[in-house]
């Protein structure tokens, strides 16, 4: 009987964009949720996640934002897994390596997705175009929120934010997105090898996977709170932590936490799918390529 080789670079960069895009259809839902969570402001922090779901439901909104997310993830996937291989190479036998790994696989990445990612947020706001739907007042959510229409989608999102702000409105919140991903991904890479030896042997990737990502969106949310407001134009601060200082300030330290949730939901089992996907597609390349 054949066997299979060791993956390769090749093989960990492809299944790495694999893996990206196939977590991202399947979490999208719980992204727009988290968005909007995120977006809210004063007393649109009680609405029920449920609620939003059901309205982002009834609003056609499941995968708003999706194609600009799709975009980003081939390349990004790719990336992300090729820096965490390399880092773990050049640092082999160090420890803590999965921790430099994550942190340098966040910060490259971040450069990557910042213009995708504004042009994401944007698409998942209830109210960025206000002739077809404005939010409440105080933020609140509402159906006539969430109705807006996305015609044109993804190309009409950044034919308004080009003509608002022009080429650097792409940049807006790359200092928040450097941020929120490299604390994700340090805690989500490092954590891992720490799971591997303390959980039992036979325990599936997705499982790993899970409580990394989880583990890893608690510690972010505060900044990804400040870098969805940045990026849709709403943070009265120009950079991650005067913004978390306006919001603590205005909304209480209970803001900061806000679409807590849908993101332990969304990264959570996101983080777990996105392990599970990449084993399975480096598994199958290198059967394949034996």
Request: proline share 5%.
């Amino acid at each position: 009987m054949q066997k299979s080789r060791a993956p390769d670079s090749v093989d960990k960069a492809l299944a790495g964009s694999f893996s990206m895009v196939f977590e991202n259809i399947l979490s999208s839902p719980l992204d727009v949720a988290k968005t909007r969570y995120q977006l809210a402001t004063n007393k649109a922090g009680s609405v029920r996640l449920t609620s939003i779901l059901l309205d982002i439901w009834k609003t056609n909104a499941l995968w708003r934002g999706l194609a600009p997310a799709l975009t980003m993830q081939v390349p990004r996937g790719a990336l992300k897994f090729t820096v965490v291989d390399q880092v773990l190479r050049q640092a082999s036998g160090i420890p803590g390596s999965g921790f430099l790994a994550g942190l340098a696989a966040g910060a490259v990445e971040s450069v990557m997705i910042t213009p995708f990612e504004c042009i994401k947020v944007r698409l998942q706001s209830p109210d960025f175009n206000p002739q077809i739907g404005t939010s409440t007042a105080g933020g609140a959510t509402s159906s006539t929120a969430l109705s807006r229409v996305s015609s044109g989608g993804a190309r009409r999102a950044l034919k308004e934010l080009l003509a608002q702000e022009g080429a650097w409105g792409l940049c807006r919140g790359m200092e928040a997105t450097l941020w929120r991903n490299s604390l994700w991904n340090t805690v989500y890479f490092g954590l891992q090898p720490l799971l591997k030896k303390a959980l039992p042997s036979e325990t599936p990737s997705f499982v790993l996977g899970t409580v990394a990502g989880a583990a890893g969106s608690f510690f972010s949310t505060p900044v990804d709170v400040a870098k969805s407001r940045l990026q849709d134009a709403r943070g009265r601060a120009p950079w991650a932590v005067p913004a978390i200082a306006v919001i603590w300030k205005s909304e209480g330290i209970l803001a900061l936490y806000r679409g807590l949730t849908p993101k332990l939901l969304r990264l959570g089992f996101g983080g777990g799918v996105l392990l599970c996907a990449y084993d399975t597609a480096l598994s199958t390349l290198a059967m394949a390529r034996a």
